[in-house]
């Protein structure tokens, strides 16, 4: 039986959590457009034949700004070590630049094998797909280099084959049916705060951050924490539109979570600068 652990990493917004939730056959972390979508290390389970081959998805390379950020940092850094491989992602409709090498450059000092995922050459012509495969095969010496496309699911199978190889002989770390090491409360506030994403603009993605407060058989109660009272409103919207529509959108991903019909109620709270909050960074496990 072959198992391990691949840690996942890029810079942000590269198609990370997609190319995750694409590799493990279902949706373990959420996604979208916004940077900073993934706040805390999250492990992805696939299972196969003979092997147990488990995905850690990182949040993106960056700068730190607040406690929020430097926690994200901080899991990327820790995360880094005791895995058996790295897949390190690239956006090939963008520049390879200075963030990538910057990426490239921890990874491949770690000692591990390193697994280069080229995303999204859906989105290239030939040529072009061709010339950035060479700037990215300049970045290390690397194991193998795959082009794909997350989205369409391309090239999967020899990236998952090549990442199974790099596993050691060892046990299972995670029992049938487990898909991710996240609490079930976690991913359920997961699935509101990709809604809340989804459809806010400007600042106010980066401010939002979502607890749930209560869960019971077809119910669930769930907090959406904001810094200020503008972005209350927002998120409210002209006679509750806003979260009706966050609401709407979360809950038939948190019905197929959870195997039936529930009851999703959501409040917006205003906690000022929670993102400098230790201890309200704490409560939501980042």
Request: net charge negative; proline share 5%.
């Amino acid at each position: 039986m072959k198992s391990g652990f691949v840690a996942v990493a890029g810079r942000p917004n590269v198609g990370k959590s997609t190319l995750v939730n694409a590799l493990a056959g279902g949706k373990v972390a959420i996604v979208s457009d916004k940077p900073q979508t993934t706040r805390r290390r999250i492990a992805a389970v696939v299972n196969g034949d003979g092997y147990q081959l488990v995905l850690t998805d990182l949040p993106g390379f960056q700068r730190p700004r607040d406690a929020l950020t430097e926690r994200m940092q901080r899991t990327v850094d820790a995360s880094l070590k005791d895995v058996d491989a790295h897949l390190l992602v690239l956006a090939a409709d963008e520049a390879i630049g200075s963030g990538d090498r910057f990426v490239a450059e921890r990874l491949f000092a770690s000692g591990q094998p390193v697994v280069i995922a080229l995303n999204k050459v859906d989105r290239l012509r030939p040529e072009r797909i061709a010339a950035q495969i060479q700037v990215a095969a300049g970045l290390g010496d690397f194991h193998a280099l795959h082009p794909i496309s997350a989205t369409r699911a391309e090239g999967l199978e020899p990236l998952r084959a090549d990442l199974v190889a790099l596993l050691p002989e060892g046990p299972l770390y995670f029992g049938e049916g487990e898909a991710t090491d996240l609490p079930l409360e976690t991913r359920i506030a997961e699935l509101v705060r990709e809604q809340a994403l989804a459809l806010t603009r400007d600042e106010v993605p980066h401010a939002v951050g979502v607890e749930v407060e209560e869960l019971e058989e077809g119910r669930v109660h769930a907090i959406l924490v904001v810094e200020t009272e503008s972005q209350k409103g927002i998120l409210i919207g002209k006679g509750g539109s806003m979260i009706k529509a966050i609401g709407a959108g979360a809950r038939p991903e948190i019905e197929r979570l959870l195997g039936g019909k529930v009851y999703l109620e959501l409040q917006v709270k205003v906690r000022p600068h929670w993102r400098r909050d230790d201890n309200v960074l704490e409560r939501f496990g980042i």
